[in-house]
């Protein structure tokens, strides 16, 4: 995606330090592969966007319908993070790519504009948070629907989904316009190529308390992830084992949810945790690039997890692995009805 292919520039040589503390030399960053990356995600959310909405004109009468509204909700906030943070990190990914080629070997000090890095800044923290929330917000929504599906129905209607989408966006909204009201402010970070809070060095007790709220909601986010998930899939199991029936809505919409939660954990919560620990040394900063980059291909990969599974998909794939059944019986009727008479 946006920063999967950033490389630090490579380092200078300065006689006068010991050769020990320098960082080895890194290759100049990869232009083409971003784009790649970027196109990639776009291309995966707008698909999924186009299933998405086949999908809501089918169900948008029935339980399902606020379900899909949250993942609406999570594929749109995908691809435009995807799109509008790319476009800040190719623009400084394309100057360090040029200014490398004009002084080969010599470590490029430029940082980003200062209204230009506030702005980076604050969409890194808006579209990395907003995704998190979302997702718990869709867990909690089938946790209700499975385990007390009578208060589901009553409570959770298209029109509550609306206003938790607004309410969830406002708060990471305004944890992102924080820094732009002068409460902090976002500064450059290692290798030079995107901005985020400050995490690295002297903190002042706003820069700890916006690190800290930032991590502590998208952890908190992936731990309702996990505890409504496992609700879920434990009233799915009780109800298989005592003869209940199974809706193969619910068992879609729970092994969607189940796989988004498996890459939003892995693909998160190194680079929440390492922004959680603060450090000083250049090699925690080596940490926190690769947590974004990691964090980075969840909104890749979320179209995906709603284009392969659903029940469409998972019938064909069912009947592949699984011979036909009625293949017995149809030829037992074929012969029965060619046989002499």
């Known amino acids: 995606m946006w920063l999967t292919s950033t490389s630090p520039p490579a380092c200078p040589s300065i006689q006068t330090l010991n050769a020990t503390t320098l960082p080895p030399p890194i290759n100049p960053p990869s232009f083409g592969l971003s784009c790649f990356t970027m196109t990639l995600g776009g291309l995966s959310n707008l698909s999924a966007q186009g299933i998405l909405a086949k999908s809501y004109v089918r169900f948008r009468q029935r339980s399902k319908a606020p379900f899909l509204l949250l993942v609406g909700a999570l594929l749109l906030t995908d691809l435009a993070g995807n799109l509008i943070p790319g476009a800040f990190?190719?623009?400084?990914?394309?100057?360090?790519?040029?200014?490398?080629?004009?002084?080969?070997?010599?470590?490029?000090?430029?940082?980003p504009a200062g209204m230009?890095?506030?702005?980076?800044?604050?969409?890194?923290?808006?579209?990395?948070?907003?995704?998190?929330?979302?997702?718990?917000?869709?867990?909690?929504?089938?946790?209700?629907?499975?385990?007390?599906?009578?208060?589901?129905?009553?409570?959770?209607?298209?029109?509550?989904?609306?206003?938790?989408?607004?309410?969830?966006?406002?708060?990471?909204?305004l944890l992102a316009g924080l820094p732009l009201m002068d409460v902090d402010s976002y500064t450059t970070q290692f290798p030079g190529t995107w901005c985020f809070l400050t995490v690295h060095g002297p903190l002042s007790t706003a820069d700890t308390s916006l690190a800290l709220t930032f991590s502590g909601l998208g952890l908190t986010a992936l731990s309702l992830f996990l505890i409504c998930n496992t609700l879920s899939r434990l009233a799915l199991l009780q109800a298989r084992t005592s003869s209940s029936p199974?809706?193969?809505?619910?068992?879609?919409?729970m092994a969607q949810l189940t796989v988004i939660t498996m890459v939003s954990c892995v693909c998160w919560s190194p680079f929440l945790v390492s922004s959680f620990c603060f450090h000083t040394v250049r090699q925690s900063e080596r940490l926190v690039l690769l947590g974004l980059r990691m964090a980075t291909w969840n909104q890749i990969l979320d179209p995906w997890v709603y284009?392969?599974?659903?029940?469409?998909?998972?019938?064909?794939?069912?009947?592949?692995?699984?011979?036909?059944?009625r293949s017995t019986p149809t030829q037992s009727s074929s012969c029965t009805t060619n046989g002499p008479t």
Not at 102 to 109: K, L, Q, S
Not at 125 to 153: D, K, N, W, Y
Not at 246 to 253: A, G, I, K, P
């Open 246 to 253: 199974l809706r193969s809505l619910d068992v879609e919409m």
């Open 89 to 111: 990190a190719l623009h400084l990914h394309l100057g360090q790519s040029r200014r490398h080629r004009v002084a080969a070997g010599m470590r490029d000090t430029t940082e």
């Open 307 to 325: 284009i392969l599974l659903r029940r469409a998909v998972l019938r064909r794939v069912f009947r592949i692995l699984q011979p036909d059944s």
């Open 116 to 173: 230009f890095c506030q702005l980076f800044g604050a969409s890194l923290v808006f579209f990395g948070l907003c995704p998190l929330l979302l997702g718990s917000a869709m867990a909690v929504e089938r946790c209700m629907g499975i385990t007390q599906p009578l208060l589901h129905s009553a409570l959770i209607t298209v029109a509550h989904m609306r206003l938790a989408v607004l309410l969830l966006s406002s708060l990471a909204l």
